[in-house]
């Protein structure tokens, strides 16, 4: 059972535009989500996340949204570098100090 | 920030033989580590989460005779995978978190590439 999902296997965008990653999730009882970027053989760094009592944050070129009703997120990247393309992973967690759950990740590549 | 060191990197063993992948936490106390499996174009998969000075909790499907967890210290804990099998061979990493570090989101280590051969 995915309670996590990013439906999305790859996107590919034009350096300088909006990247967009999509995530759902079933259980509405999570409270706090995150995305996580990940390069081949390494592990994931950490880099925004939103607590489910908000329905935007935003830092630097990153701005997550989160829409409760509807159960998704999605993580914006404007305007898009080379250096961003990796796998992003959303995750969610019910609460403090506890397991993350992970989409199946999204493969970003930004073309110069 | 928060680092957290993985080792070893890479490793290649024979079927059969047993392997020691060590997590630390480098600069902070790390109340709870998590161990996943990611295999190729897959996500990553919570096996077990560890508090320290008690045992594993492992999730459904995970065999814990077979993937033995030992957080012993408060900036240590090791995952042994026991009698490696071909099928065994996958992408570990693990994380930790503490709670001052939360908001942050968890700390991952870099990841070991276990071969098994």
């Known amino acids: 059972d995915q309670q996590v999902k990013q439906n999305s296997p790859s996107l590919s965008v034009q350096e300088g535009r909006i990247s967009i990653l999509n995530c759902d999730y079933t259980n509405s009882m999570f409270d706090y989500f995150l995305w996580y970027k990940k390069y081949p053989a390494e592990g994931p760094t950490f880099l925004i996340s939103?607590?489910?009592?908000?329905d935007k944050n935003e830092d630097g070129r990153f701005t997550v949204f989160l829409n409760k009703s509807a159960k998704h997120l999605s993580l914006h990247i404007v305007p898009s570098q080379p250096g961003d393309s990796a796998v992003y992973f959303c995750?969610?967690?019910?609460?403090?100090?506890?397991?993350?759950?992970f989409g199946q990740g999204t493969r970003l590549t930004i073309n110069p | 920030g928060a680092v957290v060191s993985q080792h070893p990197s890479r490793v290649i063993c024979k079927s059969g033989t047993s392997v020691k992948i060590e997590c630390r936490s480098l600069?902070?106390?790390?109340?709870?580590m998590f161990w996943y499996r990611q295999f190729p174009k897959q996500s990553l998969m919570l096996m077990a989460t560890?508090?320290?000075?008690?045992?594993?909790?492992?999730e459904q499907g995970v065999e814990k005779d077979k993937f033995l967890i030992n957080h012993a210290s408060l900036t240590l804990s090791t995952l042994t995978v026991t009698s490696a099998h071909p099928e065994d061979s996958s992408f570990y990493i693990c994380?930790?978190?503490?709670?001052?570090?939360?908001?942050?989101?968890?700390?991952f280590g870099s990841g070991t590439r276990l071969t098994v051969v």
């Open positions: 600069d902070f106390q790390a109340t709870t």
């Open positions: 994380s930790a978190s503490a709670p001052a570090f939360f908001r942050d989101g968890y700390t």
């Open positions: 560890s508090n320290e000075g008690s045992k594993a909790t492992y």
């Open positions: 939103i607590s489910s009592i908000k």
């Open positions: 995750a969610a967690t019910l609460n403090e100090a506890q397991k993350l759950v």
